[in-house]
């Protein structure tokens, strides 16, 4: 079995992001911003998760969505990390830098990659939300300098969610969050 660090992803043409799963990914966010959150799930208006699936030549499938509960932004030294990340990178917004810059419980992370690893899928890259548009991103939908710093070497795509207009979201992928790196979701 291929594991993450032996398939390349940069070399996609394209992914494959099955309706129901995209379903699942809508329904996530939307319950997020509505302020609706489960048991142990940290109160944040912002959903993230990641996508495992397979790989077939140049294409990615999606099988699997893993949606995160817990964000360990609070929690040093990751805290002290993110600050000085978020002083750097950031673009203001709305949302104060304090607020911003969700760090996935590593536990949590783990337990996902060990759950691909289990059932035999590729860790494809995770998914945040963006909502608030700005002057020069009305739609939101293209990674910021901020999420292109943190998917740096990473081998992932940085899945953008675009909730700034609820009834009509949008998703794309982006490889380590660089926007010239885009690959087509077909959504079959």
């Keep these: 079995m291929e594991t993450n660090q032996m398939i390349d992803l940069s070399r996609l043409e394209n992914i494959v992001l099955p309706p129901p799963l995209w379903e699942q990914i809508k329904a ?12 142990g ?3 944040v208006k912002r959903a993230y998760g990641l996508l495992g699936g397979k790989v077939h030549g140049d294409s990615a499938v999606i ?18 990390y993110m600050d000085g990340v978020m002083e750097r990178y950031a673009v203001a ?25 289990r059932e035999g899928l590729a860790v494809i890259g995770t998914y945040h ?7 020069h991103d009305p739609l939101r ?7 292109m710093v943190l998917a740096k070497n990473s081998n ?12 009509q979201p949008i998703i794309r992928a982006f ?10 979701i077909l959504f079959e």
């Excluded at 949606?67 to 805290?79: S, V, W």
């Design 28 to 39: 996530h966010c939307k319950r997020k911003l509505a302020g609706d959150y489960l048991p």
């Design 41 to 43: 799930e940290t109160k």
């Design 63 to 80: 099988e699997k969505i893993f949606f995160f509960k817990k964000n360990a932004r609070m929690t040093e030294p990751l805290k002290s």
């Design 93 to 117: 917004s709305k949302t104060p830098l304090s607020q911003r810059g969700w760090i996935t419980d590593p536990d949590e992370l783990r337990l996902c990659y060990d759950l691909c690893d």
């Design 129 to 135: 939300m963006h909502i608030v548009p700005w002057d």
């Design 141 to 147: 939908d293209t990674p910021t300098k901020l999420d």
């Design 156 to 167: 992932l795509y940085c899945f953008i969610v675009s909730l700034v207009d609820p009834s």
């Design 175 to 184: 490889y380590e969050g660089i926007k010239e790196n885009e690959v087509p």
